[in-house]
Each structure stands twice: as structure tokens, then as C-alpha cells.
């Protein structure tokens, strides 16, 4: 039987891997069939995860994904920005002013492993890894609490840039990553943050020209379904 820790974690790994789109219904009999569990237990997770940001409860509808509004998916990117530089410029170093290798190796492999699934065009996979690039850094530069904090955040971006159709690209994203972490094997900590905000600036830009578009359409069929300025009666 799951545990309302774990079944909040697969939800949360759901997002990561894009397997959960926003606005999903997650339905708690389902979810407790599929897990062997009670309603109850179901339930629980499913306000630990609403405690969290990660859905929402509609009235007499049931638990959704949340569709996070353009002000939030803002606020997550800058939240990134503040804990990720931050990481980096308080990276342990060896005796000769380098991350230690042990760290490097763990990022290395990682990396690997993206490519790997972006080879294969392993979807779900790839979306994960991209995503726990950043998670894995904190947990490498021994910083656990701050590594579910970037896992939170890092699905919220997910959820983002599925809503508003990043245009991204993988190749990218792991080509970003293995240059930060030629820039931390160098020493060079301050190159390795210039890489981090370009990185997350190039993801949060690919989501603006996406949400440029909807806006731009939205706004448009505004404008076509506004009432007409009807003419003021002529004077006889």
C-alpha cells in the first residue's frame, strides 16, 4: 500500500514527466484503485499536494491540475533565478578551488542520461531528466531542503510550459546544462551562474513568444466579439 507521501510524489513526478497535463482531473476513487488505498489516504495526499500548488479542488467537480496564470509562472522562474545562483556560488570546493569531483561525476552522468532519452525520443523521460538536472544540483552541493524546494518549483515550470506550449528545445536544455557544469569543473563559479540565469532565461523567453501568441488572440477575439457603438438616433 502507498503512502500519502508516495502517492503525492508520483503526482508530482506525473507533472515533471508531463504525463499530467494542467487542468487534468484527477479523480480520488481512481486514484485509489490504482494505488490499493483508501479514499481518505487519497484525499490527504491530494491536499498536501493543493498545499503545495499543484492542483486545485473545483466545487462539486472534484481535484484538477492547476493551470497556473502567467503572474505565477513569473514568480517560479524568478524563484528559480534567487535559488539556483544561489546554490552555485555556496558549491563546496576541494583544496584547489573546485567543486569536487564526486559532484561533477554525479552531474556528468546525468547529462548522460538526458541525451540518452533525447536520442531515443524517450518523451516522458527526457521532460523528467531536463528537469531534475536541477534538483540533482542541489542534492550533489549537499543542500536536500533546497532540492525539494527546486522540485516544486521545477514542476510548477513544467506545468507552465505545458499550458503555454514552450518552444524550447531538449537539445538545448542539455546542451545548457553540460556547459554549467564545465564552467563548475573550471572553478569558474561565476561563468557557471551566467549560465544558469541565460538557461533560465532562455526557457522563461520561449515561454513568452507562446504566451505573446495566446494573449495576441485572445485579445483579438475580444475585440471581434465586442458589442457595436451603435449610432446615436439623428435628429428628425
Not at 513569473?74 to 559532484?103: C, H, I, K, S
Not at 525539494?148 to 505545458?162: C, E, H, N, S
Not at 465586442?226 to 438616433?233: D, F, M, N, W, Y
Request: aromatic content about 4%; proline content about 3%; hydrophobic content about 45%.
Amino acid at each position: 500500500m502507498a503512502s500519502q507521501v508516495e502517492i503525492a510524489q508520483r503526482v508530482v513526478e506525473a507533472i515533471l514527466s508531463q504525463k499530467l497535463a494542467p487542468g487534468e482531473r484527477l479523480g480520488e476513487q481512481d486514484l485509489a484503485n490504482m494505488f490499493g488505498v483508501s479514499r481518505t489516504l487519497v484525499r490527504e495526499a491530494l491536499m498536501q499536494l493543493q498545499a503545495r500548488g499543484f492542483v486545485e479542488v473545483r466545487s462539486r467537480k472534484g481535484w484538477y491540475v492547476v493551470e497556473p496564470s502567467i503572474a505565477e509562472a513569473r514568480d517560479a522562474f524568478a524563484a528559480r533565478r534567487a535559488v539556483e545562483t544561489g546554490l552555485l556560488r555556496n558549491a563546496p570546493l576541494d583544496n584547489a578551488g573546485r567543486p569536487l569531483q564526486a559532484v561533477i561525476r554525479r552531474l556528468r552522468g546525468h547529462i548522460a542520461d538526458e541525451q540518452k532519452a533525447i536520442e531515443e525520443a524517450d518523451a516522458p523521460t527526457r521532460a523528467f531528466l531536463l528537469a531534475d538536472f536541477h534538483v540533482c544540483l542541489a542534492e550533489c552541493l549537499g543542500h536536500k531542503l533546497l532540492a525539494g524546494m527546486l522540485r516544486d518549483l521545477t514542476a510548477r515550470t513544467m506545468l507552465v510550459a505545458a499550458l503555454y506550449q514552450s518552444t524550447h528545445d531538449a537539445r538545448a536544455s542539455c546542451a545548457d546544462h553540460a556547459e554549467i557544469v564545465d564552467a563548475l569543473e573550471a572553478g569558474d563559479t561565476e561563468r557557471a551562474i551566467e549560465l544558469m540565469l541565460q538557461h533560465i532565461g532562455q526557457v522563461e523567453d520561449a515561454l513568452g513568444k507562446s504566451v505573446s501568441t495566446a494573449t495576441d488572440a485572445l485579445e483579438k477575439l475580444r475585440a471581434t466579439l465586442a458589442p457595436l457603438v451603435k449610432p446615436s438616433a439623428r435628429a428628425h
